[in-house]
């Protein structure tokens, strides 16, 4: 989905007015947010930690090359122990500045953050952040009041553009239009007759996105769906002066009628807009209450999995690794178990040579023996053949069998112990990989890392700092009856969690049957709603391999009931007398107790 001009509109009147800034005529003053905190969690994103009247808030800026957006959120992010570059930068000359105003470059995706500050010599100044959100082509710039640039994030010289060039102490410049596009917002019903007709035969929407700039293909797939009822309906087919009106409405709805809109395809979500996505169908629409949430919930499996990739992934291929090899371990060893139910077949042949010996020629292939402990309907007795090996006496081949006999018996017993053991350590890196998976911050990984070279899987980085030294914490939720509850990160974890800090009353979750986080909700000897209980039960299904799934089995039952067997690996538990919870996760509400948490903190 991109994040196009009209999302970005929406985006900067809901950052306006949660921030306090001006209403929009162009007024801007000294009595914004103040600059507490710069944070640069990846490369192409920058923090903005603001403190005003209200409390503080995070301002994200991401502008790489994927994801790119601007907007307030309440995710957290972990930094990086030494800050880059263009974080220092920023820090220099915006901590403790005061946002003035937020505004967009035209209808252009550029968000422009005005900062009132002072210089080198105290004088008052004015300082300029330029994020441009467009794709591949994004950047961060600061530029002083004069519109010299001071820093950028992604430096542009000739060898990569002949265009625009974006170096320190060159003039900012606008990004340049695109060629043989205009603004929608200038547009008349005569310029959408045009684009029609150029377009021909082809889909109407793509006329709009070759015509106008700034309009993404959801939103015109919607001003083409609302105008003939059908999002694929050829240019030559639709009414210009009504797909005129349908689009000029939804451009004004990003002025200040704007409804954050996902669109949800099973438990993933597929795209969103700023304006209700009708072509959908209303039971595939989820309505936010806000951008931030909307975009949180969005992006938010996505930055999961980003943190993974980039600070997981030799964590990722060690324990793939070690599970690949367990895999092919037991299956060698099924095969030899297999092989192990022929011991009754060897002695029984051992038993058939011995007592027909002497009808056995030396270096015989096979004989064919009669088998006196079968006897047939008719009296007589069955027969049996019977592979020999012809370089050895009919003696020496039944010795053979017997100590094949003898090794399948003691094989039997030996591969069983070996398989369970091999299963279970099976279980546990399972439980690591979604431990993995499920990681949030830099903290998470460490305490993944700290447990694996606590279990002898990893070894210690060179020169890096014990992971166990990285303070990391469980989860915390509270729930809409204000009940809280606390969500393992890893198997140390969650032996941490179920054994040191449940208390008597507290109430223990698991999901049923898979890899998961142990869950606590922490019920202070009282009752505890059912409502409360099913959110513990989600929080529970959507920190498991179940995650995603619906109806997820859940186990519950008191703290109390669960025992961890001696010797048994980190993590692995017994219960007894639970009850079972089947939830279906839901990431908004789930999302919406991780903030309540921060709230009343």
């Keep these: 989905m991109a994040f196009d001009s009209g999302m970005l509109r929406?985006?900067?009147?809901?950052?306006?007015?949660?921030?306090?800034?001006?209403?929009?005529?162009?007024?801007?003053?000294?009595?914004?947010?103040?600059v507490d905190r710069v944070y640069q969690p990846q490369n192409d994103e920058i923090d903005l930690h603001l403190r005003g009247r209200d409390g503080g808030r995070c301002l994200l800026m991401r502008c790489g090359s994927r994801d790119t957006r601007i907007q307030l959120t309440s995710a957290s992010r972990d930094n990086p122990q030494s800050p880059p570059t263009f974080c220092m930068l920023l820090r220099k000359h915006l901590q403790g500045a005061v946002l003035t105003d937020v505004s967009q470059q035209g209808f252009e995706r550029v968000a422009v953050l005005e900062f009132g500050c002072r210089d080198e010599l105290g004088f008052d100044c004015r300082k300029y952040l330029y994020a441009e959100v467009m794709g591949r082509n994004s950047n961060l710039i600061l530029a002083d009041g004069e519109g010299k640039i001071i820093a950028v994030m992604r430096p542009v010289d000739f060898s990569t553009s002949r265009l625009r060039q974006v170096l320190p102490g060159m003039r900012y410049e606008a990004p340049p239009a695109q060629e043989g596009k205009s603004d929608p917002n200038a547009a008349s019903a005569d310029d959408v007759a045009a684009a029609l007709a150029a377009a021909g035969a082809a889909p109407a929407s793509k006329a709009l996105t070759s015509?106008?700039?700034?309009?993404?293909?959801?939103?015109?797939?919607?001003?083409?769906?609302?105008?003939?009822?059908?999002?694929?309906?050829?240019?030559?087919?639709?009414?210009?002066?009504?797909?005129?009106?349908?689009?000029?409405?939804?451009l004004e709805a990003s002025r200040g009628a704007a409804e954050p809109c996902l669109v949800t395809d099973g438990p993933g979500m597929t795209e969103f807009s700023f304006v209700r996505l009708t072509q959908y169908g209303e039971d595939r629409l989820r309505m936010c209450g806000s951008f931030a949430e909307l975009l949180?919930?969005?992006?938010?499996?996505?930055?999961?999995?980003?943190?993974?990739?980039?600070?997981?992934?030799?964590?990722?291929?060690?324990?793939?690794?070690?599970?690949?090899?367990?895999?092919?371990?037991?299956?060698?060893?099924?095969?030899?178990?297999?092989?192990?139910?022929?011991?009754?077949?060897?002695?029984?042949?051992?038993?058939?040579?011995?007592?027909?010996?002497?009808?056995?020629?030396?270096?015989?292939?096979?004989?064919?023996?009669?088998?006196?402990?079968?006897?047939?309907?008719?009296?007589?007795?069955?027969?049996?053949?019977?592979?020999?090996?012809?370089?050895?006496t009919p003696s020496a081949n039944?010795?053979?069998?017997?100590?094949?006999?003898?090794?399948?018996?003691?094989?039997?017993?030996?591969?069983?112990?070996?398989?369970?053991?091999?299963?279970?350590?099976?279980?546990?890196?399972?439980?690591?990989?979604?431990?993995?998976?499920?990681?949030?911050?830099?903290?998470?990984?460490?305490?993944?890392?700290?447990?694996?070279?606590?279990?002898?899987?990893?070894?210690q980085k060179r020169?890096?700092?014990?992971?166990?030294?990285?303070?990391?914490?469980?989860?915390?939720?509270?729930?809409?009856?204000?009940?809280?509850?606390?969500?393992?990160?890893?198997?140390?974890?969650?032996?941490?969690?179920t054994f040191r800090m449940a208390e008597r009353g507290d109430v223990w979750f698991h999901a049923k049957?898979?890899?998961?986080?142990?869950?606590?909700?922490?019920?202070?000897?009282?009752?505890?709603?059912?409502?409360?209980?099913?959110?513990?039960?989600?929080?529970?299904?959507?920190?498991?391999?179940?995650?995603?799934?619906?109806?997820?089995?859940?186990?519950?039952?008191?703290?109390?009931?669960?025992?961890?067997?001696?010797g048994s690996r980190p993590g692995f538990v017994i219960y007894r007398t639970n009850r079972t919870a089947y939830v279906t996760p839901d990431p908004a509400r789930i999302a919406a107790m991780k903030r309540r948490r921060?709230?009343?903190q």
Excluded: M, W
Excluded at 18 to 34: F, H, K, N, Q, Y
Excluded at 308 to 323: C, Y
Excluded at 328 to 351: P, T, V
């Design 296 to 392: 949180d919930l969005y992006y938010g499996e996505r930055d999961r999995a980003a943190i993974t990739a980039g600070r997981a992934g030799d964590l990722q291929r060690t324990v793939s690794s070690a599970i690949a090899r367990l895999q092919r371990k037991l299956e060698i060893q099924r095969r030899e178990l297999a092989d192990c139910d022929r011991e009754s077949e060897y002695r029984a042949d051992a038993d058939l040579i011995i007592a027909n010996i002497g009808q056995i020629g030396r270096g015989a292939r096979s004989a064919r023996l009669t088998d006196y402990s079968v006897q047939l309907d008719d009296g007589s007795f069955a027969e049996r053949t019977v592979e020999l090996d012809p370089r050895l």
């Design 463 to 497: 020169g890096a700092a014990p992971a166990k030294s990285v303070r990391n914490s469980p989860a915390v939720y509270v729930t809409s009856g204000g009940f809280t509850v606390l969500c393992g990160r890893n198997n140390l974890q969650n032996d941490e969690l």
């Design 211 to 250: 015509a106008f700039f700034g309009i993404g293909p959801a939103v015109a797939r919607e001003a083409v769906y609302r105008a003939s009822g059908d999002t694929d309906a050829p240019a030559a087919d639709i009414d210009p002066r009504k797909l005129f009106c349908e689009l000029r409405g939804l």
């Design 513 to 566: 049957g898979v890899p998961g986080s142990h869950v606590l909700l922490r019920a202070g000897g009282g009752e505890v709603p059912d409502s409360d209980l099913t959110e513990a039960a989600e929080i529970a299904a959507a920190n498991s391999d179940a995650a995603g799934g619906e109806k997820v089995p859940v186990d519950y039952t008191d703290a109390g009931n669960v025992r961890k067997p001696s």
């Design 10 to 34: 929406a985006v900067i009147g809901e950052i306006r007015a949660a921030l306090g800034l001006a209403d929009g005529s162009g007024e801007t003053g000294l009595s914004g947010p103040r």
């Design 398 to 459: 039944a010795q053979k069998l017997y100590r094949r006999y003898a090794k399948c018996r003691k094989a039997r017993a030996e591969l069983t112990k070996q398989i369970a053991k091999a299963e279970e350590e099976l279980a546990y890196l399972q439980t690591v990989r979604g431990s993995i998976a499920r990681a949030e911050t830099g903290a998470d990984v460490a305490g993944i890392r700290d447990e694996l070279e606590r279990a002898g899987y990893a070894r």
């Design 598 to 600: 921060e709230k009343t």
